[in-house]
């Protein structure tokens, strides 16, 4: 399972999303932004979990 997925770090991310590292710490905690996955002692976050992530933002965006 894990070695067909594509994941991102943190710092990977953030430099997509444009937003410090911290925010994704911080969304973490609170419960708020793409599934975090504990690989060893890493953070790690699936490219299909940020992407469907994404797309419900933009569905809530929308229909607004």
Same mark, same amino acid.
């Given at each position: 399972? $894990?070695?067909? !997925? ?13 937003? /410090?590292?911290?925010?994704? $710490? ?7 932004? /793409? ?14 979990? !940020? ?9 809530? !965006? !929308?229909?607004?």
């Amino acid at each position: 399972m $894990y070695n067909d !997925v594509r994941w991102l770090t943190a710092d990977d991310l953030a430099a997509e999303l444009q937003i /410090p590292k911290q925010t994704i $710490y911080r969304w973490r905690v609170e419960g708020y932004g /793409p599934a975090a996955h504990k690989i060893g002692r890493h953070l790690r976050f699936s490219r299909d979990d !940020v992407d469907a992530w994404y797309s419900t933002l933009q569905e809530i !965006v !929308v229909s607004e």
